[in-house]
């Protein structure tokens, strides 16, 4: 594993050093299409081979005849976009114009790629030698590799490459990507194992690429998750597309504006995974006033957290469970009507659980967030009957600093988080409050609290550890010592006004 991203690290930083005057938002087109066309190729160099030697159960196939490819789920790859064919022709000034017609005969031969892979390399501004470089490094992938191992190495270094454009673009870049342990939490919480999987803002797949890892990780049968998403930003979704058809994953992904033109409008999704953008402002929210979605009252026209959080509860099947990020602020906030709605929704028992999470995990935005967990019927026979509790969770000091600006959940904090959610939510969990850490409140608490969701509200300050001084000998010290200070204190004024006389001033 270290090895493998000690290469991540090493395959980024070489991309990089060629990015020169490039802003990063256009160059990560630039490489993403490149680590998805030396996949696709991969993939199908290894089918090509065994159709050549015809043994088996390939005995008498063509290798040129596409509909062989077809039959293994394996994009057909046209002569001239073959990636050693490319290669070789990596440092002739016309590279450029030939991986632009790569891209488009790729798309021609396969429709599911119509319009996802970038057309961009021809472009004269792009340097063609750093370019014919950036093909030789990306050909260093996969080297050795087969199959599996080749698609697994691929999709970790597309990911890693997605992680650190978000961080290099700053603001922007969370608009498609969310950092990785937090998907990998809220997978974890919610175990989708099978079903259908929604998620309306789904940027570049990251939540879908988790989940299916999730199912493999438990030898379970990606086949039995379905995977829904929608995205309103049509390059994102074009790299959502790239980021799992290298995986293999098939999923129905549609462009538009999720409030304004929905495109699953009769979906019923058994689990929804989602980071909506924050305190989104213009979401059209003036022309939505009478939708059928606001079963708790309508959202704000001024901020879209709890259009999103009404859109996700509606998609939800009778016992399907949702988990979102959002602002800090959702969790207690009173503008245009967001109160009423959520004490609407803590009395109609759709709230599940609220997990508090530490600041700086995210590459885009210092605005704090959280978690909110969604159950349709909290009294769903899978589970313990928890109709008149939410559990909350206080993550905040949790997390582990992996540069000076971010922070990132360990494997131990995710499984910490998930555990006591499980055991909170299973009929044999051995759930038991952790003052500091979670608190399984009644709803009596919660309004008492105000329909306040904000997990340190419930759980209280983290225990002390006895340790064994008594308290009359603790305050005697405490005492002993701030007298000292005094006197410290008080000699070093003395010493100040002598030495102030000392050079003419007199007070």
């Known amino acids: 594993m270290a090895e493998n991203n000690e290469l991540e690290k090493t395959l980024w930083a070489a991309a990089d050093k060629l990015r020169s005057n490039m802003d990063a938002a256009e160059y990560k087109h630039i490489v993403l299409g490149l680590i998805f066309l030396k996949y696709i190729s991969d993939a199908f160099y290894d089918l090509h081979k065994k159709l050549e030697a015809g043994k088996g159960e390939f005995e008498g196939a063509d290798p040129e005849d596409k509909d062989e490819y077809l039959a293994y789920n394996i994009f057909f790859v046209p002569e001239k976009a073959r990636w050693q064919y490319l290669q070789d022709r990596a440092k002739q000034p016309e590279i450029g114009k030939w991986l632009d017609e790569a891209m488009d005969d790729i798309e021609k031969i396969n429709p599911p790629l119509k319009g996802v892979l970038p057309k961009i390399y021809a472009d004269p501004e792009l340097n063609k030698q750093r370019l014919g470089e950036l093909i030789d490094l990306i050909?260093?992938?996969?080297?050795?590799?087969?199959?599996?191992?080749?698609?697994?190495?691929?999709?970790?270094?597309?990911?890693?490459?997605?992680?650190?454009?978000?961080?290099?673009?700053?603001?922007?870049?969370?608009?498609?990507?969310?950092?990785?342990?937090?998907?990998?939490?809220?997978?974890?919480?919610?175990?989708?194992?099978?079903?259908?999987?929604?998620?309306?803002?789904?940027?570049?797949?990251?939540?879908?690429?988790?989940?299916?890892?999730?199912?493999?990780?438990?030898?379970?049968?990606?086949?039995?998750?379905?995977?829904?998403?929608?995205?309103?930003?049509?390059?994102?979704?074009r790299l959502a597309k790239?980021?799992?058809?290298?995986?293999?994953?098939?999923?129905?992904?549609?462009?538009?504006?999720?409030?304004?033109?929905?495109?699953?409008?009769?979906?019923?999704?058994?689990?929804?995974?989602?980071?909506?953008?924050?305190?989104?402002?213009?979401?059209?929210?003036?022309?939505?006033?009478?939708?059928?979605?606001?079963?708790?009252?309508?959202?704000?026209?001024?901020?879209?957290?709890?259009?999103?959080?009404?859109?996700?509860?509606?998609?939800?099947?009778?016992?399907?469970?949702?988990?979102?990020?959002?602002?800090?602020?959702?969790?207690?906030?009173?503008?245009?009507?967001?109160?009423?709605?959520?004490?609407?929704?803590?009395?109609?028992?759709?709230?599940?659980?609220?997990?508090?999470?530490?600041?700086?995990?995210?590459?885009?935005?210092m605005i704090p967030?959280?978690?909110?967990?969604?159950?349709?019927?909290?009294?769903?026979?899978?589970?313990?009957?928890?109709?008149?509790?939410?559990?909350?969770?206080?993550?905040?000091?949790?997390?582990?600093?992996?540069?000076?600006?971010?922070?990132?959940?360990?494997?131990?904090?995710?499984?910490?988080?998930?555990?006591t959610y499980h055991n909170w939510r299973n009929k044999d969990g051995q759930y038991e409050d952790t003052p500091g850490f979670c608190k399984a409140a009644p709803l009596d608490e919660v309004r008492a609290n105000n329909y306040v969701l904000m997990p340190g509200r419930y759980v209280g300050a983290e225990e002390e550890e006895d340790d064994g001084i008594p308290f009359e000998e603790k305050m005697t010290a405490l005492t002993e010592k701030l007298a000292e200070q005094f006197t410290r204190g008080a000699e070093l004024e003395k010493t100040i006004w002598e030495n102030l006389r000392g050079i003419g001033y007199e007070f």
């Open 369 to 419: 967030a959280c978690l909110w967990f969604l159950a349709r019927n909290k009294a769903n026979h899978k589970f313990r009957d928890r109709s008149n509790e939410i559990l909350f969770i206080d993550a905040r000091n949790l997390g582990t600093m992996i540069s000076r600006r971010n922070r990132e959940l360990t494997d131990d904090d995710i499984a910490r988080i998930a555990d």
């Open 139 to 237: 050909g260093t992938i996969g080297f050795n590799q087969e199959g599996h191992q080749a698609q697994d190495l691929l999709g970790r270094v597309y990911e890693y490459f997605l992680g650190q454009f978000a961080d290099a673009e700053g603001k922007k870049g969370g608009q498609f990507y969310t950092p990785a342990s937090i998907v990998k939490l809220l997978v974890a919480m919610l175990e989708p194992y099978a079903g259908r999987v929604y998620d309306g803002c789904c940027g570049s797949g990251g939540m879908f690429v988790q989940s299916e890892r999730f199912v493999e990780e438990h030898q379970g049968n990606i086949k039995d998750l379905s995977i829904f998403g929608q995205e309103s930003n049509p390059t994102t979704l």
């Open 242 to 365: 790239m980021n799992l058809a290298i995986r293999g994953i098939d999923a129905k992904l549609e462009l538009g504006d999720t409030f304004l033109n929905d495109k699953h409008k009769d979906l019923k999704a058994d689990y929804i995974l989602a980071n909506p953008p924050f305190n989104v402002s213009d979401w059209s929210g003036e022309q939505l006033r009478e939708d059928n979605r606001w079963q708790y009252g309508p959202p704000p026209v001024g901020n879209a957290n709890y259009a999103w959080l009404q859109h996700f509860i509606h998609k939800l099947s009778p016992n399907g469970t949702a988990g979102i990020v959002l602002a800090n602020g959702s969790m207690n906030s009173n503008t245009g009507g967001e109160g009423e709605i959520r004490q609407k929704m803590i009395e109609d028992g759709v709230i599940d659980c609220m997990v508090a999470l530490p600041a700086q995990l995210f590459y885009n935005t």
